[in-house]
């Protein structure tokens, strides 16, 4: 038996001897009809509004938290918002972005001067641009799944993030979430991060002063794609 | 069962520290049970709840003051404590005690059924929504830990105290916030025990009260002790006595 | 991390005379109290949601090994190692390895308990590896050479002054004309020291607040994002967490989640709830080469069986702290070891043994604030008078203590001896009180009347009144 193996087995063995059982089938079918079959969580009701409610919820919620919460109609209006957005808060007109169908499908020729540099956000990014995978209405939360279209560092390194959100993939609550996740990447598999993200980078450890932009961005920019 | 003509009988629970050092307690608690309709005995067997030995680890002794307290009052048909701390001792810890006694575990819940702190009795057993007394002052009420917490006594004082004539209730601040007593705690760990009233005090004065009340003997003699160690000219006593105008005494720790 | 809470009195005293800690303590404690009571008025299922958290960890409990099986299966899949730890000698062995084999010379951490617990920073740096906490309150004890104070407020016990003081002493390339005065200055000051760390470390360590059977993730909360700059950009990711972290499936996390926030700091969701699930992917562009999960036992499998379990249910949320009135006077440190508070004062006994810790469960008014607020409905004061028993069952209680009780306990037990004594007794010591009403001093009572006066006695008990009043005889 490896190190490991001992290791392993010293510690299944000691939570067996503690509970006062053992392996068994009984046991093992509990644990996985369970999996299986998530029990019903406790919805909060707030978590099970009509559409109007939500666009609402997750406009106060983040507003509440600091970030900026913008309105679009159609896909087509994204590339002029962010550019407008950029320029009001003095930054340069330059985003870092993934491999993102949705955004590259964007119409950025109506902004020739808003560059896009692509890949992972390297330490001196200034503004990312992901796309959301799934937005949650009841605590004002975006969802973003890594991957090439969307690496996880946009989220993180630069001092700002942008976040694109198409109405439809805004639900109530977290367990709609896992929906749209299930359905993208199947049962009981994940992408390497699933990112719940509510607002900027925040911090009270100095002092119990709130102060933005501790290590993650100082500013969010949230985009709302109603069609 | 029951007592002169369908009047209930009511075991008082006089609690030790009452017993010790402030009948006037007791009596005002008896006057409050007769006025409300109750027939009130106090049985000799009882000594002390059993709640400073259980506190500390000695669930022997516990156990053993637990049956001596069972023995004594379970034949009445309602036990009454003018303690929260007490009545919780009685009501929801004799018979976790006692689960594993076979002899005992039926006769702990019989007895934890019938228990009751004094005030939560009388407006939500007895029904009373109003006192026929006068004082004239501005008081404020402390909440004790295991009144409000194990026996949900918060709404009952207060109302009764808001039909004292001339009586004027202010709430303090963290009212629900421990005054630091914790029974043997406040000798065991002193000075926080002390960090922790110090608190309250600061708490009281800011009502601008000139009389804290509260149901529990044990808080009201740990906060009238610092309230007087401060030279703080607050009068403090058990609502029992201002609910049944059994003024007569000096207040706690007062100068007579 | 060794212990000093047989040295609690002493700590507790010292730390009631820090002008500095006992400021930093009302100036933020109260807060976290207010903001929690208002989350939970603003969720009506608050309470629904506590008792579903319950049953979910007692079900995950009852099951525990089957769930870790389940999730070092799904984790493996995933591209993960998964390593058991039976004790802290173990996890601190396994990390150490991990890193000389990536050949690390720098490591970012995110906030951990477990990592203080099992002592881990001072080995990694006893191997010559240069060790970064990147949580904001981490860092700053860090550099002081500190331990947390509080489980999510690790630093709350310093002054904006302190800290200022800190950076100019420690922070090697801080001009002296910098302007360190406002919060958002030193927060700007310690985000550049520490984003040179962020991208270049080699492994990044963090702890969990929850590992998921269901998928083999583990999730982090911050507000900061520490947590997922320590994960995603170095080559190697190492996730430390405790076995009772488990939980079966997303969905129950999504209950969990909904219970943390709210009890720790008021928020509605920490800013960042991260849930990993292994190494980066073919066709991700960044994240870590390898990940690794680290699961300790370190006594909590001998909990299992007891009564004891109950406090395994605990999400780290700090509620119970803030709420009690000992830990808002006294502090974390005085606790002497890695969990302060109510929590602290149910799991050290039973990590470190109740013979070393046996302040921390005597340290309590048993007021119940604490149960009234954890998410998971712990009974700690019922867990903490578990202690008691097994402290007394020892014969560890103070001798003086037990000598004096015994004595109480024999006279209580005899009625008719306990109220003839009384009897005797009140009316003397009334008497020598009737004057002034209090005394200021009492031989046998230096405990209370150090800091209060006692009451004086009104004289005759009152069974021996209520015997006058049943004869006829007028008060």
Known sequence: ?227 | MGGSAGRPRVGLFVTCLVDLFRPSVGFAAVKLLRDAGCDVDVPVGQTCCGQPAYNSGDKATAEDLARQTIAALEGYDYVVAPSGSCAGMLKVHYPVLLADDPAWKARAAAFSAKVHELISFLVDVRGLDKVDARLDARATYHDSCSGLRELGVREQPRQLLRTVKGLELVEMGDAEVCCGFGGTFSVKYPDISNAIVERKAERIAATGAGMLLAGDLGCLMNMAGKLSRQGRKIAVRHVAEVLAGELSDPAICERP | MRSTSPAFKANARAALADAQLQRALSEVAPGLAARRSAARAGLPEFEALRERGRAIKDHTLAHLDLYLEEFERKATEAGSRVHFAPTAEDARQIIAAICREAGARIVTKGKSMISEEVGLNAHLEGAGLEVVETDLGEYLIQIRGETPSHIIAPAIHLTQDQVEADFRRLHKGLRKDRVLIEPTQLVAEARQILRDKFLSADVGITGANFLIAETGSSVIVTNEGNGDLTQSLPRVHIVLASIEKMVPTLEDADTLIRLLARSATGQEISTYTTFSTGPRRAGDPDGPEACHVVILDNGRSELLGTAFREVLRCIRCGACMNHCPVYTAIGGHAYGWVYPGPIGSVLTPALIGVHSAAHLPNASTFCGRCEEVCPMKIPLPGLMRHWREEEFSAGDTPLLYRLGLKAWASIARRPRVYHALVRTLMPVLGALGRRTGAFRHLPLARGWTKHRDLAAPQGRTFQALWADHKAGVPR
Not at chain 1, 97 to 111: C, P
Not at chain 1, 148 to 155: A, E, I, S
């Open chain 1, 1 to 227: 038996m490896t190190e490991a193996e001992r290791r392993r087995e010293a510690v299944i063995a000691r939570i067996r001897l503690g509970l006062g059982t053992y392996d068994s089938a009984a046991r093992r079918s509990a644990v996985a009809r369970r999996i299986a079959t998530p029990e019903a969580p406790l919805v909060p009701e707030r978590a099970r509004r009509p559409a109007d409610e939500r666009r609402r919820q997750l406009r106060t919620f983040l507003e509440g938290q600091s970030a900026t919460f913008l309105e679009v109609e159609r896909a087509g209006d994204v590339p002029a918002a962010i550019a407008r957005f950029l320029r009001s808060s003095n930054l340069p007109l330059r985003v870092r972005v993934g491999d993102d169908s949705y955004l590259r499908s964007l119409a950025w020729q109506a902004e020739p001067a808003l560059e896009r540099l692509s890949g992972p956000a390297r330490g001196d990014d200034e503004v990312g641009l992901s796309h959301a995978t799934a937005a949650v209405a009841e605590t004002g939360t975006l969802v973003m799944a890594s991957g090439p279209d969307n690496p996880v560092t946009l989220n993180f390194l630069p001092e700002t993030h942008i976040v694109v959100v198409e109405e439809k993939v805004l639900v109530g609550g977290y367990e709609g979430a896992w929906e749209r996740i299930r359905a993208r990447f199947g049962r009981r598999a994940m992408p390497r991060t699933v990112n719940f993200v509510s607002g900027p980078s925040r911090t009270a450890d100095i002092g119990g002063q709130l102060v933005m932009g501790a290590h993650g961005p100082r500013r969010l920019c949230v985009i709302l794609v109603r069609d």
